[in-house]
């Protein structure tokens, strides 16, 4: 059992990163092809956003940093962006909450809202990326000090 549970800690972080970043170059792409669905959810939530030109935006925004992540380049400063990313996305629960919840009202999801409830999810593997990427990073800058200092102890 060990050694499942080692092999879930070495591959987690690309996993994630990867899953995450397919999520995004998906989503993105199709925005890109196609921005009236989400100016439609917009011009029930947050009009002011609503037209293609934002949407299309929004989208090279997520294939670019879906990129990022399948290259781990800056892994943890795109982490922080998509929290920002996803936050706008979840704000439409507050903004426009008969988008969410429908005539039901809450905890009733309508089917924009169990769209848009996702992106807690997403929001949370970004964090986690985010901080996986950064203690990866501080690992590796630690190393070679240690080394340095083991090598002039022996």
């Known amino acids: 059992m060990e050694s499942i549970f080692a092999l879930t800690q070495h591959v987690s972080y690309p996993f994630l990163r990867i899953a995450l970043g397919v999520v995004l170059l998906w989503i993105g792409a199709l925005h890109l092809v196609d921005p009236s669905p989400v100016v439609g959810l917009l011009g029930a939530s947050l009009p ?77 593997a970004a964090v986690s990326v985010s901080a996986m990427a950064t203690a990866r990073d501080n690992v590796r800058r630690a190393t070679p000090r240690v080394e340095a200092e083991t090598a002039r102890a022996a």
């Open 48 to 124: 002011f956003l609503a037209f293609n030109a934002f949407v299309y935006i929004l989208g090279a925004a997520e294939v670019s940093l879906g990129v990022l992540l399948f290259l781990n380049v800056a892994t943890q400063y795109v982490g922080v962006a998509l929290v920002g990313l996803f936050s706008g996305t979840l704000l439409i629960f507050l903004v426009a909450p008969m988008v969410a919840y429908g005539d039901m009202g809450f905890p009733f999801l309508a089917l924009p809202g169990e769209f848009l409830l996702k992106d807690l999810v997403l929001m949370a």
